[in-house]
């Protein structure tokens, strides 16, 4: 034991400090890059299949939306055709122009076809009408044996007329009696989904799927297979009952690939969407990054392994190369107390004799490019006097002074820097010169511009309708301030939305918020051409003020607004005139003006134009009101789910 000591203690002392160092070094940098390598090799594939699943199912998504927007263009014209139908019973033979017109208007839709009580086909969108019987399709027996008035998704079946594969949509028609009095049927091809599907790159083996709830395969591309019973698969056998979207990997039952799947079941009608991209497609570019990675860290530890021989030899002759930092050393005593950032002497005149090395970092410059130069070369031109002035006064100041200035970049670009400036008087070294300290404060800079647009930008938005972008109550009320002050004239319109609480009963506070954004886009325009300011004043009510119109002019203009809207042609069954209306009341007044007074007789004008019917226009002058009477406000609509609130 005692033999094998000394001769280990022997080599020991034969290794160099030098060596020895550099061996710890390298070994302890490959440790570092293999580790990294590792984990690097770890985190992208995490990212990988992270960002597969958030791209998988976002696709999953708009292929349901999609499904969705399909089925519901035929969900709709045949909720049009049963409506018709119910309405006039007895069809003329000038109802296929009619039916071919749906067809023609959604592209999806191949034919569209209603077919009597006894499963003959009555009328079509196709020309001649097909004498066919379709007594013996599955959703003429389904609507013949169900009274329900649900909408059925049939599929795929063969058309009979151009032999394609087609989903079959269709719902139930009766008698006014309630008797069965057959079926109004639309069809998709086959084709309208796979050729849409067949846009998407989804790698090798990836697929789209679209099932029925019931686990009937409707269609799957790219292999094109329909009719499978799926039911009993992963997706309806547990992923299905723990939540109607998700994502999950599985072995799939068409190749037996290993997939990550994502699937969506939609609300509205009984489908599902899947979306799935084979594993090996998914890692595909992270096992290339691995390779590529690895093979950069192989070359970079064989470049460590030469420098470290240099630096070996590098280091053996550090005792040679210390004399000379000596003879900097009395700088570097200037510059021990201020290693902040970078730092710069200059004499007297405004020559710079000394630059620290943290210039280039800074300013992309060399400090030899900047020694011998004079300072006001480098400052931008705006900032040269006040650094002159902070020079003039710099020797009065033992304290030293601060000063903030641009630079311009080696790049060409612009950098705030602050600067503490202090006049040194010494014998030895450098003698008497100025030391500054810059700091690169163009971060700083920028956040505080940065601050500056935000507030400007909170204080815009106080001032603005947030659904309708239309300025708010309080815009409105600091406009007519500035108006009583220069206007001679001006005239207050009061306008409120009919019926829009039946509205909103009907298309929802989706459809409510949309046809108040039309509106607010409407008077935002319309106002342009009078220099008249319009504003949401709560809900469904609007107020517009126009400086210097009188009441011919209000009223013209109120008349013209009017007809714009119904111009809009925006359909609201909850309304007598079928679309959707608005009720205008308006006040005028000369200076000087009592904008309340002008409100309150504008407000009381739009509920005497509720009174006679809506859908018109109301001067306060010819409004039927008591002069001593409270500010009456129209019927209360919410008119959205953001109003509510």
Known sequence: MFPRLALFRSWIGRVSTATLVVTLFVTALGACVLGLMLWKGYDSRRFALAQNETETRNLAQSLAEHATHTFQGADIVLDDIVAYVRLRPELNAGFNERLRALADHLPQLSDVAIVNSVGNVTHASVTPVPPLNNADRSYFRYHRDNPDDALLITGPIESRTSRQLIFAVSRRLETADGHFAGAVVATIASD??????????????????????????????????????????????????????????????????????????????????????????????WRETVRSDAAVAVTLLA????????????????????????????????????????????????????????????????????IGRAWT????????????AVAARLRKSPAGLCAEFR?????????????????????????HCVVGTLRDVTQRKLMEQEVKALNARLAELARTDGLTGLPNRRSLDGFIGRTTASAATMAVLMIDVDDFKGFNDHFGHQGGDDALRQLGN???????????????????????????????????????????????????????????TVSIGFACGTAPFDSALLLRDADIALYEAKRRGRDCCVAATTADFVADAGPLQPEQEPASAESAS
């Open 377 to 388: 070369e480098m400052v931008h031109a705006e900032d040269v006097p006040a650094l002159q």
């Open 192 to 285: 309208y989904f796979s050729d849409f599907y067949k846009t998407i790159d989804l790698g090798p083996g990836g697929s789209i799927s679209l099932l029925h709830s019931d686990g009937r395969l409707l269609i799957q591309w790219p292999s094109l297979q329909s009719g499978r019973d799926m039911s009993n698969s992963v997706l309806f056998q547990h992923a299905l009952r723990q939540g109607p979207n998700g994502f999950y990997l599985t072995v799939s039952p068409f190749d037996g690939l290993t997939k990550y799947l994502a699937y969506r079941q939609i609300s509205r009608y009984p489908l599902v969407v899947t979306v799935a991209r084979t594993k090996d497609s998914v890692l595909a570019g």
């Open 303 to 370: 470049c460590v392994v030469l420098l470290a021989a240099v630096l070996a030899a590098q280091l053996r002759r550090r005792q040679e190369v210390q004399h000379l930092l000596r003879e900097r050393d009395a700088h570097y005593r200037l510059i021990d107390a201020n290693m902040g950032d970078v730092i710069v002497l200059t004499d007297p005149g405004g020559i710079m004799r000394f630059v620290s090395m943290s210039v280039e970092a800074v300013l992309g410059l060399k400090p030899e490019q900047l």
């Open 522 to 580: 409407l008077f935002s325009g319309l106002v342009g051409g009078m220099h008249g300011f319009a504003a949401r004043y709560g809900g469904e009510e609007f107020t517009i003020v126009l400086p210097g119109a009188d009441a011919a002019a209000a009223m013209n203009f109120a008349e013209s607004l009017r007809a714009a809207v119904r111009a809009l042609a925006v359909r609201n069954p909850a309304s007598a005139h079928g679309c959707l």
């Open 407 to 431: 630079m311009r970049r080696a790049e060409g670009d612009q950098v705030w820097l602050e600067a503490n400036f202090a006049y040194t008087r010494s014998d030895d070294g450098p003698g």
